[in-house]
């Protein structure tokens, strides 16, 4: 589901009483609260990184060292080879080798033989990073299927798409503008009323994702 940043912004605006016909945005510039919605979805992805799983054919580089793109924030797993046909083919296996010991020693590969990968292993230290087994070849370049977590975007722009989760039917967008609230709230330091709105709006996020913890400690202090 798609939806822009300037429909965040003319909702976000009304509740903040900002939207007076010629004088929209005296409070809030429009590239704070842009700053908010880029905030916003990267809160959602970090508590919530399963909505924006995705499907998606992947090209190898040449050897074992693999990366996946910036678009990407996170190999998930690596399902299997893409066939000459553009088909799903042979399944591919999670390596459970320690990664020094399953690398340092590559499956063979007969050269006469169609290549396909059989094992993978994962990065410990870098999400964006995984090997393959046997290495890949440089040519023909081979495809798998892969599932990855996409990367939140940077909103530069009031035109520009937001990808919401393929499940949202208006639930996750009002999660977003919570967020958003919250954070242009909090710009307003001397107002209690500000203040108090800013701790609801954060609540209501809290809520959304399930983050249980610092949902406790917000509503202890509402109740202090």
Not at 33 to 44: F, G, K, N, P, R
Not at 46 to 61: A, C, R, S
Request: net charge negative; with cysteine.
């Amino acid at each position: 589901m798609s939806r822009t940043a300037k429909e965040l912004l003319d909702d976000a605006i009304v509740a903040l009483q900002d939207n007076e016909p010629g004088y929209e945005y005296s409070r809030w510039t429009k590239a704070e609260l842009l700053s908010c919605v880029t905030q916003a979805m990267a809160a959602l992805h970090f508590f919530k990184p399963e909505l924006y799983n995705t499907k998606q054919v992947l090209t190898l580089l040449p050897g074992a060292v693999q990366r996946i793109g910036p678009e990407f924030s996170k190999l998930i797993e690596l399902d299997s080879n893409l066939a000459p046909d553009g088909t799903e083919g042979s399944p591919i296996t999670e390596s459970s080798e320690p990664l020094l010991k399953a690398f340092n020693r590559p499956l063979p590969f007969d050269p006469m033989q169609p290549y396909k990968v059989v094992t993978y292993r994962m990065d410990t230290t870098n999400p964006r990073v995984f090997y393959v087994n046997p290495p890949a070849p440089e040519s023909p370049r081979h495809k798998v299927v892969a599932a990855l977590v996409q990367t939140p975007p940077t909103v530069l722009d009031e035109n520009q798409e937001l990808v919401l989760p393929a499940s949202d039917s208006g639930g996750w967008y009002n999660v977003l503008l919570d967020y958003m609230l919250f954070r242009a709230f909090q710009k307003d330091t001397e107002s209690a009323t500000s203040r108090t709105k800013a701790r609801d709006h954060e609540i209501a996020f809290m809520q959304a994702v399930g983050a249980n913890a610092r949902l406790d400690r917000l509503q202890e202090g509402a109740d202090e």
